[in-house]
């Protein structure tokens, strides 16, 4: 079990998500650009959207504020637009958390370094995000591998002020009040990671269907339950879910956010996925990024006024 320690207060504002929304939110936790964003400037039609994600995470507990960033975009030019657009000051940020080694989560590492002003910064890991990835496709007898875009390097990183700290295992930071889930345990049987996945290994492509580096952020609101922070969900929501559950011993689920990737060949996983989300009642539930278009709409219709639409410069706030 790992202490987390239950805050007075979460603020999540998403820098970049594949979507923007016009209308104002119908529910109070959330706030879009327009309402929230000082630099007037936060018009939401002036944000970009992008295949990727972004939040900016801040915890409070007894006056206390932590600042961290969890996942940077797919680069630098749209996490720095957005953030600028937002009016932010990310000089007070106090680490970077990336969720996964995609390219979409971790293109904007340079330019949130830079944000942050070049000292030395903390960036919470996995080891295994480093690695040259692709994704197989085959027919018949033909096949071929379709290399992702590359991450930044660790030397890069490491110029630029980034520490990094390896995290297979559950994590607390910033004074416990947020946790980094470390690997997640592969449970159910139908999230079984991203099929095609592979990683050039010692001159080799092999199988990397696991993305055994996929992990999550969690806060825990006093009174109110966790709040579950997820990149593209490649472990599985539910897994997640699980998982965040279980470390940190609170059956109470405030909010799941994220990307949760069940789209082409993952549309199968919709239903048994929504059956099993239901079980754990969170209050609100927002799938964002890869979700897809079918998982949303059969997820809205799940879950009704539990489901929370969410697109780039939306600012969510939980209190205990
Ligand atoms: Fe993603
Ligand atoms: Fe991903």
Same mark, same amino acid.
């Given at each position: 079990?790992?202490d987390?320690?239950?805050i007075d207060?979460? +603020?999540?504002?998403? $820098?970049v998500d594949?979507?923007s929304?016009e209308r104002p939110?119908e &529910?109070?936790?959330v706030?879009?650009? &327009?309402?929230w964003a000082q630099s007037?400037?936060g018009?939401?039609?002036k944000l970009?959207t992008?295949?990727?994600l972004?939040l900016?995470v801040?915890t409070?507990?007894?006056?206390?504020?932590?600042?961290?960033?969890?996942?940077?975009g797919?680069?630098?030019e749209?996490?720095?637009?957005?953030v600028?657009?937002?009016?932010?000051?990310?000089?007070?940020?106090?680490?970077i958390?990336?969720?996964?080694?995609h390219w979409?989560?971790?293109?904007g $590492?340079?330019a949130?370094?830079?944000?942050?002003?070049?000292?030395?910064?903390?960036?919470?890991i996995?080891?295994?995000m480093?690695?040259?990835?692709g994704?197989?496709s085959?027919?018949?007898?033909?096949?071929?591998i379709?290399?992702l875009?590359?991450?930044?390097?660790?030397?890069a990183?490491?110029k630029?002020?980034g520490?990094l700290?390896h995290?297979?295992?559950?994590?607390?930071l910033t004074?416990? &009040?947020?946790?980094?889930?470390g690997?997640i345990?592969?449970?159910?049987?139908? +999230?079984r990671g991203f099929?095609?996945?592979?990683a050039?290994?010692?001159?080799q492509?092999?199988?990397d269907?696991?993305?055994i580096?996929?992990?999550c952020?969690v806060a825990?609101?006093?009174?109110?339950?966790?709040?579950?922070m997820?990149?593209?969900?490649?472990a599985?929501?539910?897994?997640? &879910?699980?998982?965040?559950?279980?470390?940190t011993?609170q059956k109470?689920?405030l909010?799941?956010l994220?990307g949760f990737h069940?789209?082409?060949?993952?549309?199968?996983?919709? +239903?048994?996925?929504?059956?099993?989300l239901?079980?754990?009642?969170?209050h609100?539930?927002?799938?964002?990024?890869?979700t897809?278009?079918k998982?949303?709409m059969?997820?809205?219709?799940?879950f009704?006024d539990?489901?929370?639409?969410?697109c780039?410069?939306?600012?969510f706030v939980?209190?205990?």
């Amino acid at each position: 079990m790992v202490d987390l320690q239950p805050i007075d207060r979460i +603020e999540i504002v998403i $820098l970049v998500d594949n979507a923007s929304c016009e209308r104002p939110s119908e &529910t109070s936790i959330v706030s879009r650009a &327009t309402e929230w964003a000082q630099s007037g400037q936060g018009q939401s039609t002036k944000l970009r959207t992008g295949h990727g994600l972004s939040l900016l995470v801040k915890t409070e507990l007894d006056g206390d504020i932590h600042q961290v960033i969890y996942d940077t975009g797919p680069s630098d030019e749209l996490f720095h637009h957005n953030v600028r657009q937002l009016g932010l000051d990310l000089s007070e940020t106090d680490a970077i958390v990336i969720s996964h080694g995609h390219w979409d989560h971790m293109g904007g $590492l340079f330019a949130a370094l830079k944000a942050i002003g070049g000292q030395e910064i903390p960036v919470y890991i996995h080891k295994e995000m480093f690695r040259k990835r692709g994704v197989e496709s085959k027919f018949l007898f033909w096949k071929r591998i379709r290399e992702l875009a590359p991450v930044p390097t660790r030397d890069a990183i490491k110029k630029l002020g980034g520490k990094l700290i390896h995290s297979p295992n559950p994590t607390l930071l910033t004074d416990s &009040t947020l946790m980094v889930g470390g690997e997640i345990p592969r449970i159910t049987h139908y +999230e079984r990671g991203f099929p095609g996945h592979v990683a050039y290994i010692d001159g080799q492509w092999v199988p990397d269907q696991d993305v055994i580096d996929d992990s999550c952020l969690v806060a825990h609101v006093r009174d109110r339950g966790l709040v579950i922070m997820a990149g593209c969900s490649h472990a599985g929501i539910v897994n997640i &879910t699980r998982h965040a559950a279980n470390i940190t011993q609170q059956k109470e689920i405030l909010s799941i956010l994220g990307g949760f990737h069940l789209v082409g060949k993952n549309e199968d996983r919709i +239903e048994p996925t929504i059956n099993d989300l239901q079980k754990y009642s969170p209050h609100y539930l927002t799938p964002i990024h890869c979700t897809g278009n079918k998982a949303q709409m059969m997820m809205r219709q799940s879950f009704g006024d539990r489901y929370v639409r969410g697109c780039v410069g939306d600012r969510f706030v939980f209190e205990s």
